[in-house]
Each structure stands twice: as C-alpha cells, then as structure tokens.
C-alpha cells in the first residue's frame, strides 16, 4: 500500500513455486527490502506519481527514486504498508522505506527490486524499531512498533 492506495500486484508474484522458488522472506541480515518484479516497478511508480514538490535526484543508484529535500523542515512523503492475505496490514513509519543520505539533503526509497522469478524479503532497514514474533508453529508472524532502545 502506497499513500492509503492499495496497489494492483499480481498474487503470484508473492507465490511460492512448486520448484520452491519464489514467495516472501523476513530476513534480519538483508539490510534493504527487495521486492519481485512486477511488485517493485509497480510500488516506486507509486510513489513517482504521488511525490510532488521535490526534485529528483539521479545520482544514488541502484536507489531509486531519490529526492532532494534540502531545506524542507518536514517532509510529506506517502506512507508505505504491507497488506497480507489474511487482510492485516504492517504499516511503516517513513524512517523505515526512506533513507537520508548526504547530511540529510536526499531521501531516497529504500527497497530494491529483483527478477520475477526471485524471493521477495523484507529487510532489516524496514524491521527496525519493530518488535517481530515468528509463529513457526502456527505459521504466523507477529510484528508491534517497538522503540530499540527501551527494549
């Protein structure tokens, strides 16, 4: 979900294949998350087309879109959320999908992309300040906003 707007994704793309190839990771040792194609094309166009007002900045690949937020106090960016097929939603505060480089001058997102045929993980970067139960039994994951530092 980008800016509240639920993205038009193609199940499969989250599936995994009958090879075993495929479907979604939670992976604390991947720093950035990295979506298949077609969700990661289909997510940064997203927000492309809903972030006005900066500009674009070119110049910190593979991260992408990039903008450049020198002298804005407060940012308005879209909020980023992950719906899963049960209907939950794991919402992400901005400081999880949009890192600043350059003493603070750009914010770029923070998710890559990789082939149609790879997995898709949730890194790190958008983990952090969360605190995560892994249901291996139950097959469920659990997630809950968590400061770090008062754990």
Known sequence: MVGGEVLNIPQ???????????????DSGTTLTYFAEPAYEIIKEAFMKK??????VESFLPLKPCYNVSGIEEMELPEFGILFSDGAVWDFPVENYFIQIESDDVVCLAILGTPKSALSIIGNYQQQNFHILYDVKKSRLGYAPMKCSQV
């Open 51 to 56: 972030i006005k007002g900066y500009a674009i």
């Open 12 to 26: 499969e793309t989250w599936n995994l294949s009958s090879e075993g190839v495929g479907g979604t990771i939670i």
